[in-house]
């Protein structure tokens, strides 16, 4: 699964990104952390497994200790 990373992101040392995930433009991913699904732009992530930590709304920076939207695997989805 291809992972798909924005414009301008920066990951720390250490990072890991796993496959299929995708993060938006202006990411930072902290050292150590270990990345999955979608995360969306303009945000800070960190941890295992990373979570949103802060997030720019377009004027501030804001807390956002949010977990990351997650892609369901092609294997484990069913069609109802």
Do not use: K, Y
């Amino acid at each position: 699964r291809p992972v798909t990373i924005g414009d301008n992101c920066w990951l720390g040392t250490n990072s890991v990104i796993l496959p299929g995930t995708h993060l938006g433009e202006h990411v930072v991913v902290a050292a150590g952390a270990v990345v999955s699904g979608q995360v969306p732009s303009r945000c800070v992530v960190a941890g295992s497994p990373a979570r949103i930590i802060r997030r720019f709304n377009g004027e501030v920076w804001v807390s956002g200790d949010d977990p990351i939207p997650r892609t369901p695997h092609p294997r484990n989805s069913v069609d109802l």
